[in-house]
């Protein structure tokens, strides 16, 4: 497989369920990140991690949990969502600067993301 | 606060013709910018990007303009074809402030008509 993968595609859980996101990039990069994107608003950064280390965590509710075991494999844990947490959850990774964090000055590819709906 | 934004929701134009969609920052220090598109059911995927050092970047069929005087991105889409036809997104940053991600307008819905 090339590029970012995310599975599951699609997502249904109840409020009180535990689930997990995962994602798997094969690009050799060195951070990876997770976005939320809702209808009409633009893609809101959750988390990013950069050599397998959570640099930022952009105020994200504790219902969400990040793991980054290695370089390749990012996980979001799920725990007693709400209905407004229904959007498409996107995962991407870039390569930096091993030095210096310029992230943010390379292109971040994106897998297909997770549709995660919450009854 | 600072904002990337984009003056059209959605453009439609017919098959054949050039297409131009236009994106506004506000961050006067921004030095990274970059396009995405977006088809349905799919993430968004990289088409261009240019550095402040440039105003004119292209690349197959596609140029990005920059304007740093105005704080205006657009991105030029030659012959556009129906494949073209997804939600087209700008984003912006500025290096070294430990900001460690995009900051992402809201979109444009570009339509081709047959």
């Known amino acids: 497989e090339t590029g970012v993968t995310q599975t599951p595609r699609h997502l249904v859980m109840g409020m009180t369920n535990k689930k997990s996101l995962k994602c798997e990039q094969h690009l050799g990069h060195n951070a990876m990140y997770w976005y939320k994107q809702s209808a009409k608003k633009p893609l809101e950064l959750m988390f990013v991690?950069?050599?397998?280390?959570?640099?930022e965590n952009n105020s994200v509710p504790s219902r969400f949990s990040p793991e980054c075991p290695n370089s390749s494999h990012l996980f979001l844990h799920l725990h007693t969502l709400q209905p407004e947490d229904s959007a498409l959850y996107l995962c991407?990774?870039?390569?930096?600067?091993?030095?210096?964090?310029?992230?943010?000055?390379?292109?971040?590819?994106f897998g297909d993301g997770t549709r995660l709906s919450i009854l | 606060g600072e904002s990337v934004g984009l003056h059209l929701p959605t453009l439609s134009v017919q098959e054949g013709d050039n297409s131009i969609i236009n994106c506004a920052y506000s961050?006067?220090?921004?030095?990274?910018f970059i396009w995405y598109k977006q088809e349905s059911g799919k993430g968004p995927q990289f088409i261009i990007d240019i550095r402040s050092n440039m105003d004119k970047r292209q690349g197959q069929r596609v140029t990005v303009l920059l304007n740093k005087t105005v704080k205006h991105l657009s991105l030029q889409i030659a012959a556009t074809q129906p494949g073209d036809s997804a939600v087209y997104f700008c984003a912006e940053n500025k290096a070294d402030t430990g900001r460690r991600a995009l900051t992402f307008g809201s979109g444009t819905r570009l339509q081709v008509q047959p």
């Open positions: 991690y950069s050599l397998e280390e959570r640099v």
């Open positions: 991407a990774s870039s390569q930096n600067h091993p030095s210096r964090f310029t992230g943010a000055n390379q292109p971040q590819h």
């Open positions: 961050n006067s220090a921004s030095d990274y």
